[in-house]
């Protein structure tokens, strides 16, 4: 099997705003698109990346 590269990685967060402000505001990530977690809809699915939201850049957290 040959990999060439991935879309995402997923990690779990317990304060969602200090997420956001951390990889917004410390990093300079881009917030690319902040959704509900389709299996627990309380509980947010932010998604950081570059400027324009490149497959490989992006991080996202639930």
Known sequence: MN???HHHISM???DAKR???FYTNV???RLVEK???QD???MYHLFYGDEVGTA???LSFF
Request: aromatic content about 4%; glycine content about 14%.
């Open 12 to 14: 779990y967060t317990k």
């Open 3 to 5: 990999i060439v590269g």
């Open 19 to 21: 997420n956001k402000d």
């Open 56 to 58: 490989g850049t992006i």
């Open 35 to 37: 959704s509900v977690n």
């Open 40 to 42: 627990n809809p309380s």
């Open 27 to 29: 990093l300079g990530l």
